[in-house]
């Protein structure tokens, strides 16, 4: 009999939210399940993916061999989730279950706040876009205070749901140590929330990437060039595939003073 046709994800491979489905789906021991097929961020999307997501540019977007498409990285956890059901990763309990989904909108502010700050190119707004991350954290941090369950760093007795949805983030914000020499500070306001991201980053299921990958590709975001786009000046995204990160060296740190050229970053 043939097997059922695979999920199949399009996806860049160092997007978060499409990072958010790689954890799931290693918690579930079954990645091999979804075919994930990467794409590059710097070239025009594929007529095929644009028909799938109804024209928008974002990924991840999972085609349904036979049935269709869905788009929108919670979605595509949920459908996940329901489709692979061994073993569950949500909670059972519905009560649980929002309290998942509660701090996962938590999230939010706080990734916009920390990719407003990466962004920045103006010194004269750092301190405002930091208060505004430092905000956003708080609340997680008072929410985890709040209703997290027994003695370990989970939501609930497991690395679960919101931890699979939050993990690329905290990744991702290796960003803002490196370039604005900021992080959450260790003075007590944050102690929950650094407990938190030390556990989720450490865990098994989410090594899919590396702070060092990171901090490479996303120097353009650094220099105020979002999704793959060509900075002024230069030739080639930091995004591209291809010098492979790993043969880059680290880029500056000093993000207000210049910017690099292609070929400091390693990319030409
Ligand atoms: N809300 C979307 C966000 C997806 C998203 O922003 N993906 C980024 C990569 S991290 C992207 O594809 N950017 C390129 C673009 O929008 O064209 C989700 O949760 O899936």
């Known amino acids: 009999m043939s097997q059922p046709a695979?999920?199949?994800?399009?996806?860049?491979?160092?997007?978060?939210?499409?990072?958010?489905?790689e954890i799931l789906m290693e918690l579930k021991g079954a990645r091999d399940a979804v075919d994930f097929r990467t794409v590059d961020i710097t070239k025009p999307r594929d007529e095929h993916i644009l028909k799938l997501s109804g024209g928008t540019?974002?990924?991840?977007?999972?085609?349904?061999?036979?049935?269709?498409?869905?788009?929108?990285?919670?979605?595509?956890?949920?459908?996940?989730?329901?489709?692979?059901?061994?073993?569950?990763?949500?909670r059972a309990d519905p009560y649980e279950r929002g309290l998942e989904s509660l701090l996962i909108?938590?999230?939010?502010?706080?990734?916009?706040?920390g990719y407003r700050l990466i962004l920045n190119q103006d010194?004269?707004?750092?301190?405002?876009?930091?208060?505004?991350?430092?905000?956003?954290?708080?609340?997680v941090d008072a929410f985890l205070r709040a209703h997290s369950k027994g003695e370990g760093p989970w939501l609930f007795e497991r690395f679960g749901w919101a931890e699979a949805a939050f993990t690329?983030?905290?990744?991702?914000?290796?960003?803002?140590?490196?370039?604005?020499?900021?992080d959450l500070?260790?003075?007590?306001?944050?102690?929950?929330?650094?407990?938190w991201r030390a556990a989720c980053l450490a865990h098994p299921a989410a090594q899919q990437t590396s702070e060092e990958e990171i901090i490479k590709v996303y120097?353009?975001?650094?220099?105020?060039t979002g999704n793959g786009g060509v900075p002024e000046g230069r030739e080639v995204?930091?995004?591209?595939?291809?010098?492979?990160?790993?043969d880059r060296p680290m880029p500056p740190r000093a993000k207000y003073e210049r910017r690099a050229s292609d070929k400091e970053l390693g990319l030409l």
């Not at 977007?61 to 996940?80: D, H, I, R, W």
């Not at 707004?125 to 430092?134: I, Q």
């Not at 690329?168 to 900021?182: C, K, N, S, T, V």
């Open 219 to 224: 120097y353009d975001y650094a220099i105020g």
């Open 57 to 90: 540019t974002a990924l991840p977007v999972m085609e349904l061999p036979n049935k269709g498409a869905l788009k929108e990285s919670l979605v595509l956890m949920e459908f996940l989730e329901d489709s692979f059901p061994e073993p569950a990763i949500r």
């Open 105 to 113: 909108t938590l999230a939010d502010p706080m990734i916009g706040a």
């Open 168 to 182: 690329p983030f905290f990744l991702r914000f290796a960003f803002i140590p490196y370039y604005e020499g900021f």
């Open 237 to 246: 995204s930091s995004f591209v595939f291809e010098p492979h990160w790993k």
């Open 185 to 195: 500070p260790e003075d007590g306001r944050f102690e929950r929330l650094l407990e």
């Open 6 to 21: 695979r999920p199949i994800v399009y996806h860049i491979p160092i997007c978060p939210f499409s990072q958010r489905l």
């Open 123 to 139: 010194r004269g707004k750092t301190e405002e876009l930091k208060a505004a991350y430092l905000k956003a954290a708080e609340n």
